[in-house]
Each structure stands twice: as C-alpha cells, then as structure tokens.
C-alpha cells in the first residue's frame, strides 16, 4: 500500500529525505547519536520541514513529555503518536493523511 523506507541515524534519515521527498514522514525522537535526548530527531523534523516543507511528519516517541510534544509541534510536527505505536492506528492517520494530500493536489 505504502513505500516504506527506512533510517537509523541522522546521516542516513537526511540523505534518504533528501533523495526521496518523502510525501509522508514517521520520525522517532530518539535515534543516534543522541539515543537519550531528542536532539537527533528535533534536527530531522528541522531539515525536513525546512527542505521539504510540503511532507507530512509525525513524530513518535515513548518518552516524550507533554512539553516535548508541543516542542514538536510548534517545529512543525503535524501529528504526535505515542509508543508502543498502535499500528492500526499509524495506518489510519498515514491513510487519512495520504488522502488529504490526494484532495488537495486534484
């Protein structure tokens, strides 16, 4: 239904969006090399909202604070899910978000 690709660090996270333009992004806060901060991720949300300002992008974390949450919001998050990430959920906002994006370029 959907092409997934994947990333495990900064590098490899901005180097696939760059070359991609994902329409729809699923970020985790916590990727190296700051697995106990949110830095990585907050630097990803940054550079794709910046670089790709149309993608969508939902973060995920399991041990962001509300504060965190709002952060990533105001940074330009368009959606927050908390882990463990429910997957038919994570399908219906993709699918949701997916067919927003559709009506808007017809």
Excluded: W
Excluded at 6 to 15: D, P, V
Excluded at 54 to 71: H, I, L
Aim: charged share 25%.
């Amino acid at each position: 239904e959907f092409e997934v690709m994947t990333a495990n660090n900064l590098a490899s996270a901005i180097r696939r969006a760059t070359i991609y333009e994902p329409e729809i992004a699923i970020l985790d806060l916590h990727l190296p090399p700051t697995l106990d901060a949110p830095d990585t991720g907050l630097r990803i949300l940054e550079y794709v909202k910046a670089h790709l300002p149309s993608s969508k992008v939902f973060v995920v974390s399991s041990a962001a604070t509300v504060e965190q949450q709002k952060d990533c919001i105001r940074r330009g998050a368009d959606g927050f899910l908390s882990k463990p990430l429910d997957v038919e959920h994570l399908l219906s906002t993709v699918r949701r978000t997916a067919l927003a994006r559709r009506l808007e370029a017809a």
